[in-house]
Structures are given as C-alpha cells and as structure tokens.
C-alpha cells in the first residue's frame, strides 16, 4: 500500500492502479468528512506544509484541514512574510523547511516544473499543489473522484473540457490522469488559447462548445482569466460569454444524466452562466468536498509509504 | 622556440608526416637535434587550428562565470585558435575602448587569437548604430547584437549598410520576440510539461527579413545559430540566387531535440531552443548540402545558481568549447553524413571565410596554428574536467571520438593532455 514514489509531482508519475488506489481511500476518507468526529490519527506524529507561491483559496484550505482532521502538525508559508520577498531562492528555502524535520511539503509555484526541480534535494515528500501551465494534479484527482462517485468505470467514458486549455494545469493533470483510466477526453477553447500539439497528449480537439459537449458524460469548465483580455487572447467578456460559454443549450448536448465540473474559482456569466452553475446536473460544490477527501488519502499514502521504508 | 611534432596524421593525408615549427610558423624540416621540443604524436590526427565565430567569454562584467583567461583556455582545450567573442558583456562591447580593454586581457592570457565582435547598435538595444570604425581599429571583425536581435528593420537596414562602408560582416541572432516569450521549443513537448513555447516561425520570419535585406541591398548578412528547417530552406533557396547570405548552426542543433527539456533539465534551455527531430534532420542536410556555412558552439558560460533553479527563470546557454569537435566527428563524421575535410571547413575554413581571418593555412611560412585530435579511442566527457569555470553542459558522461590531445598557437603549446 501506498505510492512509489517519495513525492506526488504530477499524473504523468502516477500508474493507474495507483489513481484507483488513491480514489478508493479518498471514499473512505469522505465518511471522516461527514462524520461528527473528523479527526483520525493517519498522520500523527507527522509534521505538513504549505508553501504557495500563488493565491489559493480552496486548495490550500483542504490540504490544511486534511493534514489536520488526520493530526498533524501543520504550517503555511505564503510568499509574502517570509525570506522569499528578501530574495531567497526557491532550493534555500526549500530546504530551510525540510531541515525543520517537516515531513510532507504541499508547494504551489507560478513556474513549471519547480517542484520536480526542488524533489531530488529534499528528504520530505513534495506534493504539486499547481506548478505553473504544468500539472495541478490533487486537482484532477478530486475531479476523477467526483466521477468515480458516478461511474462504475472511466473505460470509455467522454470527458468534455471548455475553456482556456492553453493555461490550464487543471487540463492537463486531468488529460492525462483520464487517458490512462480508458476514459475519451475532448476540448475545446479559442485558438488564441490552443496549445499546439494538444492532440499529441491523447485528447480530442473539438471544432466548437457543442461539438465538444455532445454525448459527453461529464463536462468541465474552466476558469477565464480575465487578465487574459489584456493580452489579446479574446477580445470581450460578452464575446467569450456568447460563443466560448457553456450555456444551458449546450449542457443539453451531453448524455442526458451528464453533470457538470469546474475548478473553481467560477467566473459567473463568463465561462459559465450563473444558471449553469446551480443547475441540477451541476456537482461545482461536491467537488470542494472532495477536494479535501483526495488530499487526505494522498497525505495518507505518501505517508504509508514512508512508514514502510 | 623550434618544434617537431612526429608521426603526424594530417586529417586529409593518409600517410605520416612530420610538422616543424619554427617562430610560431610551419617551417621547412630541420634536424631534431636543433629542436627544443619532439612530442611524437603516433598517429593522431592534426587538423588546423579551429575558428569559432560565436562564442561568450563574459569578460567584461560577468567574471563569475568565465574570464578571457578561463573561457581561451577552455576554447584551447576543444582545439581552437581562434575564436569571436560576442559583444554582449557588462559594460556592452560597443565602443573602442572595451574591445581594446579584451584584447589587452586576452593578449596576456595567449590561449587563443581573440577576435571580438563588436555590437551593432549602442547598448544593443536596437536604437542607434554603434562606432563601427573605431572598434574595427581596436580589433573588431564583425558586428552583432546577438541575442537581442535588431527588430526594426529600417534600423538593421542602416546597420548592414553602414557595417558594410567598413567591410563587416553583420551577425544577426534571428529572432522576432513579439512570438517567442517562452522558454523552450513550441510544440508537443512544451504543451506537455506546460513550459511557454518558442515557435519555430519567430525564427524563420527575421531570417526571411534578413534575407530580403541582403538582397535588396546587395549587402551580405550572415544569419547566427539557424536551428530550424523553415531557416535551412530559405537560405539554400537565396543562396541559389545568389543572395549573400551564410549562416552558421552548433552542435547542439544536430545532437539534440526538445524531448531533452521533458524533465526541466536547465542544461537543455538554450536560444534558440532545441528543436524536435525533423528540424534537427533538416540540419545536418544543410550541413550536407553546404547550405551551413559554419560550425559555432554559441559556447555560453553560466554560474551554478543561474542555472540550477527552475527552468523558466533558468538562464539560456550550454558550454560548447570542449565538446563541438568530438560531438561534430562523433555525430557527423562518424555516421558517414559528410567527410572529415568537410568538417574542418565547417569548424575552420568556413568562418574564417566569413570574417575574413585569413586562418588555417597549414604550409611553410603560415602561422602553426594546429589542434590534435585522438580519432580512434571512445572517450567519455567528464564535466568536472573541463577548463571553463563554469560547468552548464548536458554532454556530461556522454561518450564520444575525438578527444584532443594538443593544441597549438602560433606555435605555443596551449593545450595538451596528459597522459
């Protein structure tokens, strides 16, 4: 039991047997969530830290609340109030945290690839909390829980994807996390926001919204940054709505018992129309939920595999 | 100083000869009693001096990295004589003064004969031309902005005409940064592990403006490091018009591809980017074709700390000195794509040509500028070896033909291994 690997850097490193095995605990983690009691002693005796380059609401708080319904010490670091901003380098504070005697350290970072960079150098597990376009992948897992939860198997099954793909780490931790489970992953997003050679990881690029949801049997939008505007990516907000939109007439394309995913945070009446949001198919708040319920079982079985050594 | 270097395998003889030295020229045979040094060489291969026509010596300004001192001895080591070091140091090589102050370092280093390039514009930052005339006096042989490629075309019009009044050569590191904010090769590599790409066509497109000025104009333009098929094409079909424009590439555009950026490996991220597989076939059909005129290593020191952090804030560049013969025999030679005495022009007589330096002449009165190379033994690159001061190659432990074994300029001694 447990993860090969000292550290959780991405889907690519993981097989699928070891996606199922981190679904299947988080299941059982969720029961922790909704019990009366939410406290278990996995991680007792252990020591967690975030250390986020970025801003993070939902992702830094459930792995916060994981490592803490399982008992562990926990601490955050964020970039402002620490020797990040006198100028230290990612590797000298990385390892200033490590010789602290932590034993998991959860990092997001604005660049790619920076917690595959500072992994060789620690004793402590990395976990990618989100490294720059690369991976986000606890977030891919949380979503492949929240259809896990509805599918008896990905094998087959059509993922629809929306959005801005070329800036997404959501996009390609859940391509990639997909495509090994047997699920048929399909997107879709200006071409101003296409990556080239997007095909060459396994995905369908489909010709519009509609062509990308039909017969799909989960959706997912993805957050616009509306910052994006200003590069030239889109030209307007009521552009995008109208033609890059998830609307209520394109979720109607997806199989009929089709439910809707997004990353959060949601953008109303961008990417996604406030009546979208809280439609019936709609699972965007689940997922927060099981957010917390993957981390858990992520933090678990890093940690198991360290027990065992 | 006399010396006689015995059993020696001129690279385009079959027979063993020996070189005698005299004054720091090839001299005619004397006897060895008068020589104040016989090394026997038992057969290695001696070829001239090597040129290289784009290299980064940091001197001025980043010391840390390399100096004039190091960076020559390091070009040494690799067998070259000969080498151009690139304006961009701290302060800028614009003006007569800091080409003077490189000469004078590299004078009294007397590892390599240092030909330096001077910048094209001032600051090169693209905006006004630099004193080309006078830093010709000092020592120039050409002119670029290297890696801060001239983007106003009415401005590399002037440049190219001016530089032309004073018969240098323009160096242009084609490059159009409007597409190519990224940091490594665009494709399905870069999408993959989500590192903003660098599109092959923000190369191609000032290669072509290039081109079109050149022939406009009447004018040569030599294009710097071509890493891409679309450049290879253009410059074959102008050339074939007769457009005067040459171009050179480096080792690393025909041994390696993007895929060797997969694991954030900083020593893979340089500008440009390594390409995928079929621009790095187009290569070496343009080194086949003659359509490459040059061999350079784009040798680019960096310090540990620039380079051992994440890949995007990585600086961009690899070591090359100590590695572009044995990788040009290894992985041209060796494999048949061309022959032995088409490398050498690659590596000596075509940037000579091109700048006009008038090196590796191997007959009787010509300055004995010559490097020796071991053929025939696999060797494996060592790293921690090399003379640079800096350590940013990705050829470490890699195993290769055509290791040297002595160096010589004008007739010292500048390298040799011991063994």
Known sequence: MGLKSKDLLGMKQLTADEIMEILDTAKTMKLVISSANKKTSHLQGKSVVTLFYENSTRTRLSFELASKYMGSASANISTSGSSVNKGESLLDTARTIDMMGTDIIIMRHNQSGAPHFIAPYLKASVVNAGDGMNEHPTQALLDMLTMYERFDTFEGKNIAICGDIYHSRVVRSNAIGLKKLGANVSVYGPKTMMPIGIENMGVRIADSVADCIKDADAVMGLRVQLERQQKSLFPSIAEYAKFYAITPEMLALAKPDAFLMHPGPCNHGVELPTAVYDCDQSVINEQVTNGVAVRMAVLYLLMARRNQL | MKL??????????????????????????????????????????????????????????????????????????????????????????????????????????????????????????????????????????????????????????????????FDLPVLNHCEDKSLSEGAMNEGTVSTTIGIRGIPTAAEDIMIARDIILSEYLNIPVHICHVSTKGGVRMIRDAKARGVKVTCETCPHYFTLTDDCCETYDTNFKMHPPLRTRDHL?????????????????????????????????????????????????????????????????????????????????????????????????????????????????????????????????????????LC
């Open chain 2, 4 to 165: 006689i270097l015995k059993n020696a395998k001129k690279y385009n003889e079959d027979k063993l000869s020996n070189i005698y030295i005299e004054d720091g020229k090839f001299a005619v045979e004397f006897a060895e009693a008068e020589a104040d040094r016989v090394i026997d060489l038992k057969g290695a291969t001696v070829t001239p001096g090597l040129v290289d026509m784009h290299c980064h010596l940091r001197e001025p300004g980043g010391e840390y990295k390399e100096t004039i001192k190091t960076g020559t001895a390091s070009a040494a080591k690799g067998g070259y004589t000969s080498i151009c070091p690139m304006p961009n140091t701290n302060p800028v090589a614009d003006n007569a003064a800091v080409i003077s102050g490189i000469m004078k370092k590299a004078k009294e280093a007397d590892n390599c004969r240092v030909y330096p390039i001077g910048a094209a514009t001032k600051g090169i930052d693209g905006e006004l031309i630099s004193e080309m005339g006078l830093m010709k006096e000092a020592g120039i042989v050409a002119v670029s902005d290297d890696g801060h490629p001239i983007k106003n075309a009415g401005i590399m019009r002037k440049v190219m005409e001016y530089a032309s009044d």
């Open chain 2, 281 to 417: 076939e187009a290569i070496i059909e343009g080194i086949k074709d003659g359509t490459i005129d040059a061999i350079a290593t784009d040798n680019a020191p960096h310090h540990a700390d620039e380079k051992v952090c994440e890949f995007s804030v990585a600086l961009n560049g690899i070591l090359g000195f100590e590695t572009a013969f044995a990788l040009g025999y290894t992985y041209l030679v060796k494999t048949g794509e061309i022959s032995m005495e088409r490398l050498i022009d690659l590596m000596c007589y075509g940037p000579s040509n091109i700048l006009k330096l008038g090196r590796g002449g191997m007959n009787i009165g010509d300055d004995a500028d010559l490097a020796v190379f071991d053929l025939e033994n696999e060797f494996t690159f060592d790293k921690e070896k090399m003379l640079s001061k800096s350590r940013n190659t990705p050829y470490d432990g890699w195993k290769l033909y055509g290791d040297t074994l002595l160096t010589v300029m004008g007739g010292k001694v500048t390298y040799e291994k």
